[in-house]
């Protein structure tokens, strides 16, 4: 976890990226997560003895464990009381590797072992074995959360009293309210009364400073007036910082600052460009979300500023898409997704969650339609298959029939069942074979016993003939169970192949197999 709590029993160390990967290796995690040196990577072989220590005092925490070769996302106890006292500042801690051979290294990171804050306002924190969000509030127990809703205009907020619980009862569950462009952005006066009924009606609070973040006053107003609210869920300070051409390091400054103030929820950020001072803007956040808009744009052209739009020139609404018949525009999504994933194993940074602004807008400025409802799922479930863990939507008002089927997939996302499998389980890539493959997206999650499976036609067009779907080796499948999303003609051949007679254009099926043994 990202923080610890006084009286929690213990913490977890997690093994990041496999040690055989000659370019870095992740150890740790709670915080416990580090890097160290490439070079005392390579040659590693069979088996890793894991020694953690405290770095002040050098006793150890976890005296000796094994991590086999190439292994990730195995867990090992830390305790907390008795060995660390909760404080503001994180704990340093050592962690060392050993060869068989006696070849050792070691790697530095933190522990956040922070104390129960006074009164009943909200923490949320991020588990960073599966990258998901977790809350508490009045009671002593974390829970859970997707994210999955829409920017929101505060101007449709005003123009009727009863649109809040409207929001709230199509099924979305963050309020993320625009800011306007003078000032802090916000009537604060009737920010809080927003506040207070989106707590009366369940809603968590995604505080946008987009206009503010720079300014450590304003930063200082809004979030000492709203760190204490019970349905405070995260701060969103930069809005697309690499489009708008903020100061790279603008929003590493005020990341400390804010934390000082509130170390009990995570900083966000969007990002715009698919690679422009990537390092230095991610700094500044906890969770990184990504907005690439594929539908109806050209990306070879700016029909806006009528220029031609290349690696180095020009802005045609999403950079660096492509899009060609054995190149989807929805495939987009997730290659933005795994390319920033790579970025961050490249660098040796600690592995941060991204979170997907899908376009979910009507016709404007570069694109020329609206997308689908079916292309607004698909881009969801596109982003959740490459390890997204929220979504939130640009932007509300939107179209009744994106409205409509926001609505009924809110209900799916959001609840216990499908929540379990995304931020619970194990999320894995199968292959697909013959019709469909290379547009065909599909993943898995293990979780107790059965596999919640998604699979997404990123064409336009359908593939026809029957699809097949080979899970992982040590997987036998029993039966496939309920049918979340889509059209339920899914079978099970043999005992580790799904397969299907055919699959519509942009098209999305979500369902759950049972495991046998």
Not at 347 to 358: A, E, H, Q, R, T
Request: proline share 7%; net charge negative.
């Amino acid at each position: 976890m990202s923080f610890y709590l006084d009286g929690e029993p213990q913490a977890s160390y997690v093994n990041g990226q496999p040690y055989n990967d000659p370019r870095q290796a992740s150890v740790g995690q709670a915080g416990l997560h580090a890097s160290s040196n490439p070079a005392n990577i390579e040659g590693l072989k069979d088996v890793l003895y894991v020694r953690i220590t405290h770095s002040d005092s050098g006793k150890p925490i976890l005296p000796q464990a094994a991590i086999a070769f190439n292994e990730t996302d195995r867990e090992y106890s830390v305790p907390l009381p008795g060995t660390f006292e909760p404080r503001e500042t994180a704990w340093p801690i050592t962690v060392e590797l050993t060869k068989r051979d006696g070849t050792k290294f070691t790697a530095t990171t933190k522990l956040n072992y922070l104390v129960n804050p006074k009164g009943s306002q909200s923490m949320s924190r991020l588990d960073s074995l599966r990258g998901g969000l977790q809350v508490k509030s009045d009671g002593p127990v974390w829970e859970p959360i997707f994210p999955y809703s829409f920017y929101l205009g505060g101007p449709w907020l005003e123009s009727s009293p009863d649109n809040m619980r409207k929001f709230r009862d199509l099924g979305y569950n963050i309020l993320h309210i625009i800011p306007g462009g003078e000032g802090i952005g916000y009537d604060l006066e009737q920010l809080d009364k927003w506040f207070d009924e989106a707590e009366q009606l369940g809603l968590w609070i995604m505080f946008d400073m987009r206009w503010t973040y720079k300014n450590f006053k304003y930063v200082k107003t809004q979030v000492e007036r709203y760190r204490s609210r019970k349905n405070m869920l995260l701060w969103y300070t930069a809005d697309e910082p690499d489009g708008h051409q903020d100061s790279p390091d603008a929003p590493g400054r005020v990341y400390p600052y804010i934390k000082s103030l509130d170390p009990y929820h995570p900083i966000s950020l969007c990002l715009n460009c698919q690679n422009y001072f990537f390092q230095e803007y991610t700094a500044g956040a906890d969770i990184i979300m990504t907005d690439t808009y594929p539908i109806g744009t050209n990306t070879e052209y700016s029909t806006k500023y009528h220029t031609p739009c290349n690696t180095t020139y020009g802005d045609c609404g999403c950079d660096n898409c492509h899009t060609s018949p054995t190149s989807p525009a929805l495939s987009n999504i997730p290659s933005r997704i795994d390319l920033w994933a790579r970025f961050q194993q490249q660098l040796g940074l600690v592995p941060k969650p991204i979170w997907s602004v899908p376009q979910a807008f009507t016709a404007q400025d570069f694109w020329t339609r609206t997308p689908t409802p079916n292309e607004v799922i698909a881009m969801a479930m596109l982003s959740i298959n490459h390890g997204a863990t929220g979504i939130v939507m640009w932007a509300w008002p939107t179209a009744d029939e994106i409205e409509e089927a926001t609505s009924k997939f809110s209900a799916l996302v959001t609840g216990r069942e499908v929540v379990t499998f995304l931020l619970g389980g194990k999320r894995e890539a199968v292959g697909v074979d013959g019709n469909g493959k290379g547009v065909l997206d599909a993943r898995v999650w293990r979780h107790y016993g059965k596999l919640l499976v998604s699979v997404v036609n990123m064409a336009d067009e359908a593939v026809e003939g029957l699809i097949k779907i080979d899970l992982p080796d040590d997987v036998r499948l029993g039966s496939v169970g309920r049918t979340l999303w889509g059209s339920g003609s899914w079978k099970v051949e043999g005992v580790r192949t799904l397969v299907r007679n055919g699959m519509g254009g942009v098209e999305s099926d979500l369902f759950v197999v049972v495991i046998d043994g």
